[in-house]
């Protein structure tokens, strides 16, 4: 199946500080990508929807503001959560779907953020 | 997108089948069952996704019943490595938009 590869697996980082999270398409083109965040013992929630080369699109109640989406080329879209709290804490998993294979999504491995 | 009904968890024996139900009593015709599992501090992988007829691929075989209301993944040997939250979920096939996960079902594969 197609590789989606995200990075950094694990970060940990002081209140206050931004982080950037990667997701990249390794051999196929993204032209749409999801961001996912998942708490502990809890389910895959949507965070956002990344289209290539224009704005992403916010699931109701997540902040566009604090969690900054960059999805400039087909292979690789960024996720960045500025001045990160404790509550930010979580893990973040991106998916996309390959253009032979759009009725697949294919995940990341995730990103386990804990802010401190 | 219709919901899905899982059960919490259940246990398997190493070797053994596991047979993980799924009920859908609200999909629409046009609503394809899709199956992913997500193995501890892991992202979701895809196992298997069906219309109407049953499925069957390299990790799994999907039953889907005649009405469409339920359906059934088959693990047929089920290995320690099988052990993981499996969900079920109903959404339109094409060009996937969002998937909405339930709490799927733990699978504990036991030795």
């Known amino acids: 199946g197609a590789v989606v590869s995200q990075h950094p697996s694990r970060v940990i980082c002081k209140s206050g500080t931004s982080v950037k999270i990667e997701c990249r398409s390794l051999d196929f083109q993204a032209t749409t990508m999801f961001w996912y965040r998942q708490f502990p013992k809890q389910s895959l929630m949507l965070m956002a929807t990344s289209n290539e080369g224009s704005k992403a699109t916010y699931e109701q109640g997540v902040e566009k503001d604090k969690f900054l989406i960059n999805h400039a080329s087909l292979t690789l879209s960024t996720l960045t959560v500025t001045s990160a709290h404790p509550e930010d804490s979580s893990f973040y998993i991106c998916?996309?779907?390959?253009?032979?294979?759009?009725?697949?999504?294919?995940f990341g491995a995730g990103t386990r953020l804990s802010v401190l | 997108d219709a919901k899905t009904t899982q059960p919490t968890s259940m246990d398997c024996a190493e070797g053994r089948a596991a047979n993980l139900p799924c009920n859908h009593s609200t999909i629409s015709g046009n609503e394809y069952v899709y199956w992913y599992r997500q193995i501890h501090s892991q992202g979701p992988q895809y196992i298997i996704h069906g219309l109407k007829n049953n499925e069957t691929n390299e990790m799994a075989s999907l039953i889907i019943t005649e009405d469409r209301k339920s359906s059934t993944l088959i693990l047929p040997h089920a290995t320690l490595r099988d052990t993981a939250v499996y969900y079920c979920i109903v959404t339109y096939g094409g060009s996937q938009g969002n998937l909405i996960f339930g709490k799927g079902t733990k699978l504990s594969v036991k030795p």
């Open positions: 998916s996309t779907t390959a253009e032979i294979a759009k009725n697949i999504q294919y």
